[in-house]
């Protein structure tokens, strides 16, 4: 491995994507658009993300291997990148617009429901996975055999 002030004789580029939600997610997009007027998104090698940086990142791969796929390397042009950039900006801001979180209050009963401090509890299979758990890890319940201290169990 070469040391750190040692010149590398194949440089590689990465591009590291921050979470942060839907700011972060909106700024990536507008950096790889930058990019791309730059003409910086051929060099790319290596994409990092986290959380927010994930969706674009995904989308950006997603429509860069289509890219890839598609055309043979010598066709290929910083305007292709440009335009894949493009197509990730319509499709976040189409996906963000929809408000995946807001359809949420489509069922107003079932989010007090989900609201309520023993909604976990209620339900009956994850109830039953939760005593199964607890038996197998700390040697209580029905698993656990006769004179067992878990007296729900």
């Known amino acids: 491995m070469p040391s750190v002030t040692e010149e590398r ?8 994507l921050s979470g942060g939600g839907h700011r972060a997610a ?4 507008g950096v790889l658009a930058r990019l791309a007027e730059l003409g910086l998104l051929r060099p790319i090698q290596v994409i990092s993300t986290v959380s927010g940086g994930s969706i674009v990142g995904a989308l950006y791969y997603l429509h860069v291997k289509n890219l890839l796929e598609t055309k043979p390397d010598g066709e290929v042009t910083d305007a292709d990148y440009a335009e894949a950039v493009r197509r990730v900006e319509r499709e976040y801001r189409e996906a963000a ?3 995946v979180r807001g359809s949420g ?3 107003p009963l079932k989010n007090v429901q989900m609201a309520l401090p023993t909604y976990s509890r209620t339900d ?9 758990f607890y038996a197998r890890a700390w040697g209580t319940g029905p698993a656990a055999g006769a004179g067992s201290p878990c007296a729900t169990c």
């Open 9 to 16: 004789v194949d440089p590689k580029l990465g591009l590291a």
């Open 26 to 29: 909106f700024f990536h997009i």
């Open 97 to 99: 617009a929809s408000n």
């Open 105 to 107: 209050w489509v069922n």
């Open 124 to 132: 009956r299979v994850g109830k039953l996975y939760e005593r199964r």
